[in-house]
């Protein structure tokens, strides 16, 4: 199986896909649904499937490693994302020196599973870093993300200074023209993007475009702050590197005080998981699961809006080919 | 044997200590810092058992301390083993009076400063000055060559933030000029002439029953005399000055006669008085301003070389100026620091607070705190702000000028300052776009988000909470207006306490999700 799926190129855009590759994609999917793997697929009346790959999953009821496994496979599996040879960058957000509980970083499981993945699909290597709010080596340590990476085979990068920055142009940025960004980000053949779903006092929601804000340096992040937030957010998104997958760990979601949040009561226990190449699509659908115990309309975070009008995805999720599983 | 002692334990205190105060990774354990408590001036002001217990082994054996304990004396120690090998005249030392009239006078005013000038006795500190060297002008080098090394190993290096302050570079820098020159040339004059620790020690080891001693199988060949650091010994009137005597033992390997020997005895029956020799001239005044002025110079070269600040990107752009200019009513003081009077009467400004504070945010005073708090740690949230869970400050503090703090619940209650937000300098106030970052970072919620503007406005401002702020400065941080910040820590003349932030004994909520809600 994975022989076949080792050929079937990236699809970010389904248009590119022939004939061909879709009846393969179909035969892959038919297999796995054949295989009992989607025993759960009639508890949902929205996943008749729709033609093309798969755009958005969202998995429930599962631990992050089940569950990130669930949603890949549904996507096509990791070799749809990663080629043997290359260097990939996962860009979780761990921004704060918080445990896991507290829902203010990416769960560490989740990291963890990702980078096993990656590298069984043969990568040379994969790299993990965040720019960081709180003192780098505190949140690395604390979210539980450092040990998960290093124990998967997985290498952190420093990101703490502006020497390990390059500027890049945004030509299609609006407001922000330039970025400080990630050298690993420039050097890498891949990356994904792995936000946890949080809401936050200033960009209202904190998911897959806000987790780009952590691409930058600090210093370049405060002029975010200083030029436009929610403008910026969307114009970072710009940078022609696209994440070839967006991953937001809803496995807990933090609620209240965000993004740093306080205590583990400001985090509610949800085990669901979304997975998704539309970065726009993927804020969209997660802002919506998050009012579930939050009260952000989606009109509010002006970032996924200004993302749509960038042409970076689409907000209209009714229009996605979209799986809805449990584990 | 006594002199191999002697070397071995002193290079160990020596390497711990400025490891510890170097070291940036964490790989030097932190118990360490027991060395810091153990010197002589904190420990006056912080553990009374281990001053006297020194003052007990200097009446025993004499000033066993100054050769092994004291790492400034230490420091001169390598500098004179250096001179020795370099120098193209060997180094040869000789007998020279004490300077009885300075080292009194010094030693008086030691005195009143631990009474009431805490400056004083934070200059006169052997080990606070050994600090301050190390940390303000040994951590910059250091930070800076690994920086170097960063570049070219990057799996092995991490850049690191450095930092030099010119006015704490330049007292650090001088007073090593004028301490490594004398020592280079004259052994440890610096430790037998200006440090009033060496002058007390004096004072009681002239009462040592256990000391150096001359007997009469010496035949004043002055060999023992040419390898004296102390210039204490005066081979031709066989006398030791003992109160000088810094117990570096080199005279015992090298009599020939075996006439030297650190030895007991009851009688106390070496004459005392001194060869009068010609009087001082003056030139160690005169040196020192000759340092003063050079350690400018050399200042401004460090200040020049490897030094990078974060800020670069974000300045320059056009947005985000404020309109409102502010000035602190009150510098913030450390955590553990309690009030102003008890920081600047305790601290003798040795910088291992400064040394050790992860996030940068503990900076010497050189004028927030007045003269009598020069150098004095005070945290500023320029570069960083104090971690809400980190109390590595107090724990290694030796004078107990910073108390320690023992749990991190403690630690949430601490008040350090209080928010103030201007809201006429805030982006959302004055570009109407959503900023937050000060919310953003606070761990309390002190600082939350409520809606703004007019209805169907989607921006939200900053709200003010201060019974529950704790001074951490993360939002002064990372406010992005310049010059003068929308929100900033005003300090506190003491130290309060912080309402609880949030019950440690509430749960989190687990949900059975039945739809993903779209």
Same mark, same amino acid.
């Given at each position: ?47 008749? *499937?729709? %033609?093309? $790959?798969?755009?958005?999953? +969202?998995?429930?009821?599962? &631990?992050?490693?089940?569950? @990130?496994? #669930?949603? =890949? ?21 761990? *921004?704060? %020196?918080? $445990?896991?509980?507290?829902? +203010?970083?990416?769960?560490? &499981?989740?990291?963890?599973? @990702?980078? #096993?993945? =990656? ?209 | ?518």
């Amino acid at each position: 199986m994975s022989g076949c799926l080792t050929r079937i190129p990236l699809l970010a855009n389904p248009m590119e896909m022939n004939r061909k590759e879709f009846l393969q994609t179909l035969g892959v999917a038919g297999t796995a649904f054949a295989a009992g793997t989607f025993d759960t697929l009639d508890t949902f009346a929205q996943t008749e *499937a729709k %033609d093309g $790959p798969v755009d958005l999953v +969202a998995v429930m009821d599962g &631990e992050p490693a089940p569950m @990130l496994r #669930k949603a =890949i496979s549904e996507l096509g599996g990791i070799e749809r994302f990663v080629k043997k040879g290359q260097k990939i960058v996962v860009k979780p957000n761990i *921004a704060w %020196d918080q $445990p896991p509980e507290v829902a +203010a970083n990416t769960n560490p &499981e989740l990291v963890g599973e @990702l980078v #096993k993945m =990656i590298l069984a699909a043969g990568a040379a290597e994969v790299v993990v870093y965040d720019s960081t709010c709180d003192k780098a080596d505190k949140s690395y340590k604390n979210s539980g993300v450092e040990k998960a990476v290093k124990d998967a085979g997985g290498k952190m990068a420093p990101a703490d200074d502006d020497r390990y920055f390059t500027e890049v142009p945004l030509p299609k940025g609006v407001k922000l023209k330039s970025a400080m960004i990630h050298k690993s980000i420039i050097d890498c053949d891949a990356w994904f993007n792995v936000p946890v779903l949080k809401v936050h006092g200033g960009a209202r929601m904190t998911i897959a475009m806000k987790n780009c804000m952590g691409l930058v340096s600090k210093s370049c992040q405060q002029s975010f702050h200083k030029i436009d937030l929610q403008q910026c957010i969307a114009d970072v998104c710009t940078y022609e590197k696209k994440p070839v997958l967006n991953i937001v760990d809803a496995y807990r979601i933090l609620k209240a005080n965000g993004p740093r949040g306080k205590s583990v009561a400001d985090a509610v226990l949800v085990k669901a998981l979304l997975a998704s190449t539309d970065i726009v699509a993927i804020d969209t659908a997660s802002t919506k699961l998050a009012q579930k115990f939050t009260n952000v309309p989606l009109e509010d975070v002006g970032h996924i809006h200004a993302g749509q009008q960038l042409g970076l995805g689409t907000t209209d999720i009714e229009k996605l080919n979209v799986r809805r599983v449990k584990v | 044997m006594l002199k191999l002692l002697r070397v071995s334990v002193a290079l160990i205190v020596f390497t711990a200590l400025s490891a510890l105060f170097l070291d940036f990774t964490g790989t030097v354990p932190n118990g360490v810092h027991w060395l810091a408590h153990l010197q002589f001036v904190p420990a006056i002001k912080m553990l009374p058992f281990v001053l006297l217990g020194w003052l007990i082994i200097t009446l025993l054996f004499g000033r066993i301390y100054c050769s092994v304990m004291c790492p400034f004396g230490i420091l001169q120690d390598g500098i004179a083993r250096i001179a020795k090998l370099i120098r193209r005249k060997k180094a040869k030392y000789q007998f020279r009076p004490e300077m009885y009239k300075t080292r009194r006078l010094l030693l008086l005013l030691f005195i009143i400063g631990i009474a009431a000038l805490p400056v004083v006795v934070s200059l006169l500190d052997p080990y606070s000055n050994f600090g301050r060297l190390m940390e303000f002008v040994f951590r910059p080098v250091y930070l800076t060559g690994n920086n170097v090394l960063a570049g070219f190993i990057p799996n092995s290096f991490r850049y690191q933030y450095v930092r030099v302050e010119f006015v704490p570079f330049a007292v650090a820098f001088a007073v090593f000029l004028f301490a490594g020159v004398l020592s280079f040339f004259y052994g440890r004059r610096y430790c037998n002439t200006v440090c009033p620790v060496g002058t007390l020690l004096g004072l009681f080891a002239k009462f040592a029953p256990v000391r150096i001693r001359l007997n009469s199988q010496c035949v004043s060949c002055g060999l023992c005399e040419k390898v004296c650091k102390g210039e204490c010994i005066g081979s031709k009137r066989k006398t030791v000055d003992v109160s000088r005597c810094v117990e570096c033992f080199n005279c015992l390997n090298v009599c020939k006669q075996k006439a030297v020997g650190f030895t007991y005895n009851f009688t106390n029956n070496e004459p005392a008085a001194p060869l009068p020799v010609k009087p001082e001239t003056g030139e160690t005044s005169s040196a020192a301003n000759a340092t003063q002025r050079r350690n400018f110079i050399q200042g401004a070269i460090l200040a020049l070389f490897g030094v990078k600040t974060a800020e670069t990107f974000a300045q320059g752009l056009p947005t985000g100026e404020s309109r409102v200019a502010y000035k602190n009513p009150h510098p913030v003081l450390p955590p553990g620091a309690k009030s102003r009077g008890h920081l600047i009467h305790h601290c003798t400004a040795c910088q291992l607070c400064v040394a050790k504070c992860p996030s940068n945010v503990l900076t010497p005073s050189v004028t927030d705190l007045g003269i009598r708090g020069f150098l004095v740690p005070v945290a500023k949230f320029e570069h960083g702000f104090c971690n809400y869970d980190c109390t590595i400050c107090t724990q290694v503090c030796p004078t107990a000028a910073l108390m320690k703090i023992d749990t991190v619940a403690e630690k949430h209650k601490l008040q350090i300052g209080n928010v103030v937000f201007l809201k006429e300098n805030c982006v959302v106030h004055t570009q109407n776009t959503n900023c937050g970052a000060c919310a953003e970072h606070c761990p309390t919620g002190a600082l939350s988000m409520r809606p703004y503007g007019p209805p169907g406005s989607t921006l939200t401002i900053p709200e003010v909470s201060p019974d529950l702020c704790v001074g951490c400065g993360a939002c002064e941080s990372i406010c992005p207006v310049r010059p003068y910040r929308a929100v900033y820590v005003a300090g506190l003349k003491k130290h309060g306490e912080a309402k609880p932030a949030f019950d440690p004994n509430e749960k989190q909520q687990e949900v059975q999700l039945d739809s993903f809600g779209f």
